[in-house]
């Protein structure tokens, strides 16, 4: 009861909030375990090197940019100087929530707001290659086509950070992503658990994966590995998949993914 309150006031209090004091209160906000998800990244790395050169990385839900920074300082550190970063955000926070599914969820319209500037900034900071970093603003349904595809010359994905935190968007960026995995690919996964979850039951980006491996199953996938964020105290609440294109369909694919 006390906890629903809280929430409730919460969200009418951030509702009332002009956008500024909005932003202010979010880019003071870090979220990221830095050390923590720059050793997995290094780690994803270094595995998918043994197979070959890797492709690109994406990253959906970009926020202040801290991990966009932490898979920069990794792929320096692993000497991999042709992968490109892409980080997709609306810069505007979340969207409106109309999806059922989303309302599961304790999220609201506006919520993890950070300008296009102000990631910038963070990001001008960590001193990163802007010839190899690229900020697409926007929402999903407006910036993840075709076009997109062709102007950057997308052409295969080794890993994916899904940090969008609802279902709809993540959905979004999973279809997008489909037609990128070429051999394998790891997915990190920023907000595997949330406050409404249970191993019976999926939401968010979980149902989110689930559909997608439903959907292609020629994806076969595995475990590679967890973390947690900064100031939880329910271990894990992130989780890491290696997914791989295999030439016949497989089923039974979700026991995987719980």
């Not at 980080?87 to 919520?111: A, H, M, T, V, Y």
Request: charged fraction near 30%.
């Amino acid at each position: 009861m006390i906890s629903s309150l809280k929430t409730f006031l919460y969200r009418r209090l951030f509702a009332l909030a002009p956008k500024r004091i909005q932003e202010l209160y979010f880019q003071s906000k870090v979220l990221v375990p830095k050390e923590e998800l720059t050793q997995k990244f290094t780690e994803a790395i270094a595995f998918l090197k043994k197979s070959g050169p890797l492709g690109d990385y994406l990253e959906f839900g970009v926020f202040r940019g801290d991990s966009l920074v932490c898979m920069y300082q990794a792929l320096t550190k692993q000497k991999v100087k042709n992968s490109r970063l892409f980080g997709f955000d609306s810069f505007e926070g979340l969207p409106e929530i109309k999806d059922e599914n989303d309302r599961l969820l304790p999220w609201q319209k506006g919520e993890f707001i950070s300008s296009l500037e102000a990631t910038r900034r963070n990001l001008n900071q960590a001193r990163v290659d802007w010839q190899r970093v690229f900020l697409i603003k926007g929402f999903f349904n407006k910036t993840l086509n075709k076009k997109l595809i062709n102007r950057y010359k997308l052409k295969r994905v080794s890993i994916i950070m899904i940090d969008c935190d609802l279902y709809s968007s993540a959905k979004e960026a999973l279809d997008f992503c489909v037609p990128l995995i070429k051999d394998r690919v790891i997915i990190f996964f920023d907000d595997w658990l949330t406050d409404t979850d249970n191993k019976e039951m999926a939401v968010g980006e979980k149902l989110a994966f689930e559909q997608m491996l439903q959907a292609n199953p020629k994806l076969t996938v595995r475990e590679f590995g967890t973390y947690t964020h900064l100031g939880q105290k329910k271990p894990p609440t992130a989780k890491i998949f290696l997914v791989k294109r295999s030439r016949k369909p497989l089923l039974n694919q979700f026991r995987n993914v719980r």
